[in-house]
């Protein structure tokens, strides 16, 4: 919810957070090295987001964080402050 607006878009991220997180349990369950360039790009692009976000909420927020957690919760719910 915080990487992106839309529906679709969502859907996108959660397949390509999937396929991160598949390939992430490759590595450090079985050993087996991911030689996708890709994949290693698009796993920084996303964190580099969602740090990105994370900051921002946090002056947003003041530090407080149970307001942050209230606001991920309102846009769940397409709350009034979302």
Known sequence: ??????????????????????????????????DDHDISQLAEKYARIILIKLIEANERFQGNFKKFIQHLDDMKMGGKNA
């Open 1 to 34: 919810m915080l990487l992106c607006d839309d529906f679709d878009s969502r859907i996108k991220v959660r397949d390509d957070l999937k396929k991160i997180y598949d390939d992430r349990s490759k590595v450090v369950h079985t050993g087996t090295l991911i």
